[in-house]
């Protein structure tokens, strides 16, 4: 069973005039902007590739039944057939599909029902990858970087970024302040001094080193 009914339509109970056929028009266009291209095609397999699933499986996707879509993510996550099993990123993102699509006919996939939560979570718990851990970059890295850097005005702003986004809980705002300080000195006869105090003053504790402020107040003018 396919619904190709336009989802953006005047109520039935009200009579068509040529000023609401032109909202809707309107209103059709501002709806097929509400997601990129690339998604809407996504989504339009995702669609096509559920509704192959339940004709196999002797059903119908229409109306919404949580007892067969978490049937259906079971067998994405563990196939029964020759297919590969999907990631779990992969599974909630047909799942979105498949939320999406019910909309646009009118219906309501509840994603919170126990048939699919309970399984969602299921293969979450078995199926899902581990966060990959990032290597910390050290004191030594973040000197190393630093030490590119040219004592020009612009090299000096970035030397101070560098070392105030190591700390991430004043990185945004020591940044703004290093940026604001340096656009505002530009012309000035004692900006680089005023950017190597911006640095001293918003380095990250981790790597604030008084002989790297040293050298950035030393710098030429």
């Known amino acids: 069973m396919n619904d190709t009914r336009d989802p953006i339509t005047i109520p039935t109970s009200v ?7 032109r909202l809707v028009e309107t209103a059709r266009g501002y709806a097929q902007q509400a997601a990129s291209e690339n998604t809407l095609k996504a989504y339009a397999k995702d669609w096509a590739h559920f509704a192959r699933w339940c004709r196999m499986k002797g059903a119908d996707p229409l109306p919404p039944s949580p007892e067969m879509t978490g049937l ?17 990123s992969t599974i909630e993102r047909r799942l979105s599909g498949l939320a999406w699509n019910y909309t646009q006919r009118g219906f309501a996939l509840d994603r919170k029902n126990r048939h699919i939560a309970t399984v969602l979570a299921g293969i979450k718990r078995k199926h899902a990858r581990p966060p990959v851990q990032k290597e910390a970059i050290l004191r030594d890295d973040i000197l190393a970087m630093v030490a590119t850097l040219p004592y020009d005005l612009r090299g000096l702003r970035d030397r101070a970024m560098v070392t105030a986004s190591s700390n991430s809980k004043k990185s945004k705002s020591s940044m703004e302040r290093i940026e604001l300080l340096v656009r505002s000195s530009v012309g000035s006869a004692d900006h ?7 640095c001293r003053n918003t380095c990250s504790t981790l790597v604030e080193m008084s002989s790297l402020a040293d050298k950035f107040s030393d710098s030429p003018s």
Not at 15 to 21: C, K, M, R
Not at 72 to 88: H, K
Not at 192 to 198: E, P
């Open 192 to 198: 680089l001094v005023n950017a190597s105090w911006a």
């Open 72 to 88: 259906y993510i079971a067998d994405l996550a563990a196939p029964t057939g020759s297919s590969p099993a999907l990631s779990v």
């Open 15 to 21: 009579a068509g005039s040529g000023t609401l056929d």
